[in-house]
């Protein structure tokens, strides 16, 4: 069976073809993940990809923070950008 898009987008991110999505989901209700300081508040309609990386180099280039691109348990703020497409300059 071939790769599916997200993994092809990955596998290209990372350089890798050894980066599979274990889970594409929005999230069906406002929750929180994780707990304590490791804590993130999910608002319902948030979207939510979890990968498993088969590469034990490659796992260390994630845990060593050395990947691009790719961060464990990353977060984002979504900005409205500007006429030209850009956001903060």
Do not use: H
């Not at 599916?4 to 050894?18: D, H």
């Amino acid at each position: 069976m071939g790769m599916t898009i997200t993994e092809k987008i990955l596998a290209r991110a990372a350089g890798k073809e050894k980066v599979r999505p274990a889970e594409s989901y929005l999230a069906p209700c406002d929750f929180t993940l994780g707990d304590g300081d490791n804590s993130y508040d999910i608002i319902k309609g948030t979207w939510l990809l979890g990968t498993r990386i088969v590469d034990d180099e490659l796992w260390k280039q994630v845990k060593a923070g050395e990947l691009g691109a790719y961060s464990i348990g990353g977060t984002a703020i979504r900005e409205e950008a500007d006429e030209q497409g850009g956001g903060d300059e």
